[in-house]
């Protein structure tokens, strides 16, 4: 599915622009390492929608999430198999369903982190410019700082997909940097 219609399909069923940021910001990390991997294009679109999707169901069916989206919206969408079982693994205690494939556990590992990142970034005069990987481990270990970010998560995020914390998040902030979504 073409990015442009994936839009359509998340503005139809989110409106509010944090979880719209939030959604693209891991739409855009699923993307930049589909792309280190050098992934067949329609792979890469298959860790695209993933990301962008992930949360789809959030806004509308918050206690059902992601579980109505998996059985009502998505396998309506015509994506693949392995966006819906990425979509279930994110939410491993909501689904009973654990990240296993490599696109599921990249959809485990972007998805805290971003909004962590995100979070840091509104408290930074330069936003998403010169942030630095340490500075947002730094943050990580302030319990009171965006305290709604499973700490947990984030660190068994990395260790599935097998590499540090340190590099994880400046992948991403480089990924987050070459994007539209923070003005810079
Ligand atoms: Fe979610
Ligand atoms: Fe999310």
């Known amino acids: 599915m073409e990015k442009e219609q994936l ?10 622009s944090s979880l ?4 693209k910001m891991v739409a855009i990390a699923m993307e930049y390492y589909a792309r280190i991997y050098t992934l067949p294009e329609n792979e890469v679109s298959d860790w695209y929608a993933a ?9 509308m ?6 579980n109505y989206s998996v059985e009502n919206i998505l396998p309506k969408l015509g994506v693949s198999l392995d966006v819906i079982n990425a979509i279930k693994a994110h939410a491993p205690q909501r689904t009973n369903y654990f990240p296993n494939s490599k696109i599921e556990t990249h959809l485990f590992a972007c998805d805290e982190i971003s ?6 970034t509104l408290v930074r005069p330069n936003g998403i410019k010169d942030l630095e990987s340490k500075s947002v481990i730094k943050r990580l270990k302030e319990k009171s700082f ?3 970010v499973n700490r947990d998560d984030i660190y068994k995020g990395v260790e599935l997909i097998g590499i540090t ?16 979504l923070f003005n810079i």
């Open 146 to 148: 965006a305290a709604n």
């Open 7 to 16: 839009n359509v399909i998340l503005n139809q069923y989110i409106k509010s």
């Open 61 to 66: 069916y918050p206690e059902e999430h992601p």
């Open 51 to 59: 990301g962008l999707l992930h949360d789809l169901d959030w806004e």
């Open 20 to 23: 719209i940021k939030h959604s």
């Open 115 to 120: 909004g962590f990142i995100n979070a840091v």
């Open 165 to 180: 914390l340190e590099d994880h998040i400046k992948n991403l902030i480089s990924a987050f940097s070459k994007s539209d």
